[in-house]
Every structure is written in C-alpha cells, then in structure tokens.
C-alpha cells in the first residue's frame, strides 16, 4: 500500500493547468485570472463627495460653531451623475449628494448634520433655504473622496493568477469591463459501474440499487467549479464499459466509481489498462483503499489528440465521497491553476472512540461544533462504508493517523472540515 501523500503525488504530477478562455466578468466567479487587469482610468474618475452635504472652501468655516454658525449663500444643488457648472467662490456653497464631483473651487464636504438646515427646512415648510448655516469648523478634504484614491490609471488591479471572487468581481465592473479570460473550468466525465444500478427515475427490480455515486460525484465537480458530464451507467461487460469510457474521452477528467477491487466482477481496471496507461494502488487509508489512476488517450475540442486522466474510485457511496475530496478535488483544483487546495484543519477533543485495526489512516465522519471556544468532534454513527446518510450528516472527516490503534474520547485529532459555517466558528 501507498500513501495518501503518496498517491496525491502520483496524481497531481499527471494533470496540467488547463487553457485560457473568456468568459463574462461575473461567470467568472471562482475561477482564476489568466492574465492581469489593468485600469485605464483613475476610480474614482473625480474628486467627489463621500457625504450628503455642502461643498464648501474650508477657510469660510473658520470659527464655525452652534452658536457662532458661518452663513453661505447657496448657489447649486448637484446629485451623484452629474457636474456643477458652478464654481465656489468665498461666502458660497453647493448643496451635494454622496457620489457627485466636487465642484470647482471647494476644498471640503460639510455633512447635513453639521448645517442648521433641518431648522431652515422647518422655517421653511419642507423647502431648502438660499442660504446654510455652518455650525463647525472643516479641515481641507474632508469627506472627499480623491480621483484615482481607488485605482490608478494604468495601475495593474488583479495580478495573473488571482482566485476571483465577488470583490475582484466589482473591481472588473468599476473599470467597465464586460468580460475577462481565466483559466477554463475542467469538463470531468462521471461513469458508475455495475450491473446492480439502475438509473433514478426507473422502477427499481429486487437486487438492484440506484447509482447515487453519479450524482454525489457530479455534485462534488459542480460545488468545487468544474462542469459534470454524467456518462451513465456502464455494465460490467468489457463492450459496454469500453463504449462508455470512449464518450467521456473529449473530456479533461474521467471518474469512474467501482470496478477497482478484487471482486470476479471488477473488469474496469483489465478494461482500462488496455485502453490507456493505468496504475492500480491501494492506498493506506479507510475507507478508499482501492484506487485506480492513469491517463487515456482522447482528443481535445478540436480534434487533436490528448491524453485525458482518469481516476478510479471505490465504488461504496462513502468511500467514493471521500476519496473524490482527497484526490479528485487537489486534481480539480490544479487544473484550474488554483495554488491551495487543502481544506481548512481544526484541532477537536474527540467525543467517541474510533477503532484503527489495520494500520491504516482513518476518515471517521464527525459532526464537529464549537463550545466556550473549544471545538468539539462526535461521530456520526455507523461509519460503514456504505451507509451514505453517515456523509449527509458530518461537517468533517476526522484523520486518525496510521500509528494509532484507536483514538478515544478526549483525545484531541485533527479534523478536515467538509463544510465551515456559522454553526462552527
């Protein structure tokens, strides 16, 4: 048996960064940049008002206050979008909403709070007064917002390589930009196997199971960015699986789930070796041990030849969850030219006893939950290899090292968090 870090190595070494494409800035969502952004312009454009208030010249608040206001005349009212054709001149102000351009010949934003206008207002039956009284003193600059403060122009914004996320997202719709290349989602074709499955939707005959491993697979592709091809159901038939391994071979990933123990009737691993370059390991983990990966040969979008890794999972409903977020999952994550793939680790105080008798790793699920500041890890139950609803109910895989021949209540292990929200931290 090999490694887990082994058998990532293996992997990982086999599966390149994919092309560039362009894509509209907000499909690009968690894809990463290909190349850099570069303004072409200062954002913001012009100096502009960060309050709503009074652009005004800090000098005619000299000596302001409630009970000493300075008195301007109002010469312009200007809402964010458009320019004063006003300049402001000693003893003047303009009337401003947050956003608008400050206009000529003002230095500084008083804030509606500190003008006496809502008394004006009251005086006045709701109307705005030709003139303000400013109750104190404003420093040059204040509540202005410069032109360029954000972005300048020519600045290069988002550097290649950059994970784009809703923020870099507003950054691209700040310059105007309608679209942006990233390096392309992987297209990952999903195959169970077995003649036990029958498809969802059809009746379902005594001895046979529906085949939750293709849509629990192509749900991981989605969640973590690729798009899911489901292939069906291949037979285990060599006509059959040779034929459905041929329509996920324009494909930049082939998972297929079961075929790859000991059983009489695992063919996919005979199948696959002779259709590509296939290694067949088991891995010193549980559950997963059985793992299948190589490279086929298919063909890229244009017809040209390319080889097209594949990975073999067990076949168990758990094990193959487990082992797509260990290996599938760092694989996804390279071709999509992301640099970190691991899932965030906590440190938990286990609250059940987990047995390790083979000397392998161990991913018990956990439900783990954070109380006075301490996280805390229970098991989710029967942690049979089949019993899916064990991975509906976790929000982490505790690692119990290969040298432990069982982890007890107390001790404190690591846990790979599948799932970090509110309910945790």
């Known amino acids: 048996m090999i490694s887990v870090e082994e058998a990532q190595e293996k992997l990982l070494s086999l599966v390149d ?35 709503d208030g009074y652009a005004v010249r800090s000098e005619d608040t000299i000596g302001a206050s409630p009970e000493s206001p300075r008195v301007l005349k109002v010469i312009d009212t200007v809402a964010a979008g458009s320019i004063s054709q006003c300049e402001v001149t000693a003893g003047t102000a303009v009337r401003i909403m947050t956003g608008a351009p400050v206009p000529a010949g003002a230095d500084t934003v008083v804030q509606f709070e500190n003008t006496d206008e809502m008394q004006r207002r009251e005086r006045n039956g709701g109307q705005s007064d030709a003139e303000i009284g400013v109750l104190c003193e404003n420093e040059v600059g204040l509540n202005i917002r410069r032109a360029g403060e954000d972005i300048r122009r020519g600045a290069t914004v988002l550097t290649e390589g950059t994970l784009v996320r809703p923020a870099e997202i507003g950054i691209m719709a700040s310059l105007g930009l309608t679209g942006v290349r990233v390096i392309r989602r992987p297209a990952v074709a999903v195959l169970s196997t077995g003649d036990e499955l029958v498809d969802i939707g059809e009746p379902l005959p005594p001895g046979k199971i529906y085949p939750s491993n293709t849509y629990s697979l192509a749900a991981l592709v989605r969640r973590y960015g690729g798009v899911p091809r489901i292939l069906g159901i291949a037979r285990d038939r060599e006509d059959s699986l040779v034929a459905a391994f041929r329509r996920g071979l324009d494909a930049d990933m082939l998972i297929t789930s079961g075929g790859v123990s000991l059983g009489d009737y695992d063919v996919v691993k005979e199948v696959l070796a002779r259709e590509g370059q296939i290694s067949f390991w088991t891995v010193r983990m549980k559950p997963g041990k059985p793992l299948a990966f190589g490279v086929l040969e298919g063909q890229d979008r244009q017809g040209s030849p390319k080889k097209v890794p594949h990975l073999g999972l067990p076949g168990n409903p758990v094990s193959s969850m487990i082992t797509f977020e260990v290996f599938a999952r760092p694989a996804m994550f390279k071709m999509m030219g992301k640099k970190h793939w691991a899932k965030p680790i906590v440190g938990a105080v286990l609250e059940d006893r987990v047995a390790n008798r083979d000397g392998r790793r161990v991913f018990a699920r956990v439900i783990v939950e954070k109380r006075d500041g301490t996280y805390f890890a229970r098991v989710t139950g029967p942690q049979g290899s089949g019993v899916l609803t064990s991975m509906s109910q976790a929000n982490g895989l505790a690692i119990i090292p290969e040298d432990w021949a069982e982890a007890k209540p107390g001790d404190v292990v690591r846990v790979m968090m599948l799932d970090w929200n509110e309910e945790v931290v």
């Open 17 to 51: 960064v994919l092309e560039a494409e362009e894509v509209p800035i907000l499909n690009s969502l968690g894809q990463v940049l290909a190349g850099g952004v570069v303004s072409g312009f200062d954002v913001p454009p012009l100096d502009n008002s960060a309050m």
